[in-house]
């Protein structure tokens, strides 16, 4: 099976910034996209950034220019350096993986089990 685990969450104060790293370990024969949503108090889960196997970035309006999303492949980690944080950025956070899995070959999306950041005013 295959695992993701997020760590790096934590409560800051506004203009402040966190690093939240989620690394996958099991049966992993590669990883395509990997991505960073989260769900605030009452919220649906939204998507925040998300990184292809190539390093293409993508990012929601309300994060660009102040969270950076980066991968190291030979770790399958994925990164989240979130600057300048705001208290409407209070949420936990997901990460996922699409995660091909060895023999026979399967593509399947794996989740964290998300770690908490706040921001105080």
């Known amino acids: 099976q295959v695992q993701l685990v997020e760590s790096g969450g934590g409560l800051v104060q506004a203009g402040g910034s966190l690093r939240l790293s989620c690394t996958a370990s099991?049966?992993?024969?590669?990883?395509?996209?990997m991505g960073w949503y989260r769900q605030g108090p009452g919220k649906q889960r939204e998507l925040v950034a998300a990184?292809?196997?190539?390093?293409?970035?993508n990012y929601a309006d309300s994060v660009k220019g102040r969270f950076t999303i980066s991968r190291d492949n030979g770790k399958n980690t994925v990164y989240l350096q979130m600057n300048s944080l705001k208290p409407e950025d209070t949420a936990v956070y997901y990460c996922?993986?699409?995660?091909?899995?060895?023999?026979?070959?399967?593509?399947?999306?794996?989740w964290g089990q998300g770690t908490q950041v706040a921001v105080s005013s």
């Open positions: 990184i292809t196997s190539g390093s293409v970035t």
């Open positions: 099991g049966r992993i024969f590669s990883i395509n996209d």
């Open positions: 996922d993986a699409g995660v091909v899995t060895g023999i026979p070959v399967k593509l399947s999306a794996y």
